[in-house]
């Protein structure tokens, strides 16, 4: 912790401002509440999603024909199923609960107390479900959690700035930028695919030519460059995928067009 807590100071010291990756959708299956959760110890029984029988209809949102079991867990120590949307290794905490909700809100608290600038939320989409999909992404309990951690947040500092992890259209993501206790930015996912598919063949596909409404790769490549989507893009704080930059960076500068 020393070691961290000089790197913010020197980061300050340089203009240089800190933001955590928080993953607070899931923990490992190794972590200390999933392991009293699996013995039933109290409070942790139901920090994660438990259903005794396997759900139907419950796989992947983004796969409709996946079986329950694609995220619908197993452990020996425990009888039924247990929610886990990236994985059995990643369990899903279950912020239905109070306790879970208050306990994530005292990992931020520290955070912020520790002299950190700002959050990236993973999975932001898929934190709170109500049910098979559509209801594992983009719910209303979803959104008014986020809103509620939000505040939280900017109730210990103002100035925190929180970044949420969407992986979605832009459509399908205006609804976290919009209202009051929204998130400050978002990742551009589709603007970093559309730009690297004007460069990379594998990432050019008819979604693109529809989304658009264009014929070709050349016409997608036109409108971008001549139309309002780049700064419909970037109007408040969207960004690229950060992975991606260094790629498409690279892209463009093989391309000589920048």
Same mark, same amino acid.
């Given at each position: ?6 790197? +913010? ?12 990756? +928080? ?10 509440? &999933? ?59 279950? &912020? ?7 306990? +994530?809100?005292?990992? &931020? ?53 929180? +970044? ?18 929204? &998130? ?75």
């Amino acid at each position: 912790m020393q070691a961290l807590e000089d790197l +913010i100071s020197l980061c300050h010291k340089n203009s240089i401002k800190v933001i955590l990756d +928080i993953p607070i959708n899931h923990t490992s299956d190794q972590h200390p509440w &999933f392991q009293s959760s699996i013995n039933k110890t109290t409070p942790y029984e139901d920090y994660y999603r438990w259903m005794e029988t396997l759900p139907q209809d419950h796989g992947f949102p983004w796969d409709e024909d996946s079986p329950a079991t694609a995220t619908w867990h197993t452990k020996d120590k425990r009888s039924g199923y247990y929610y886990g949307l990236f994985g059995f290794a990643s369990p899903d905490l279950n &912020f239905k609960s109070k306790s879970v909700v208050e306990e +994530i809100k005292r990992v &931020f608290a520290f955070w912020v107390g520790k002299s950190v600038d700002g959050f990236r939320i993973d999975a932001a989409r898929h934190l709170v479900e109500e049910g098979p999909n559509p209801l594992q992404a983009d719910t209303a309990s979803n959104m008014a959690f986020i809103r509620e951690l939000n505040a939280h947040v900017k109730s210990l500092n103002p100035d925190t700035f929180i +970044i949420g992890e969407t992986y979605a259209s832009l459509e399908e993501s205006v609804a976290y930028f919009e209202g009051e206790d929204a &998130f400050d930015a978002l990742f551009n996912f589709e603007f970093s695919g559309a730009i690297r598919g004007l460069f990379e063949e594998s990432m050019f596909n008819e979604r693109l030519l529809n989304k658009f409404d264009r014929k070709t790769q050349a016409d997608v490549k036109n409108y971008m460059t001549s139309s309002g989507i780049i700064s419909l893009s970037a109007k408040r704080f969207t960004f690229l995928l950060t992975v991606m930059i260094w790629r498409v960076l690279d892209l463009l500068i093989s391309h000589h067009s920048i």
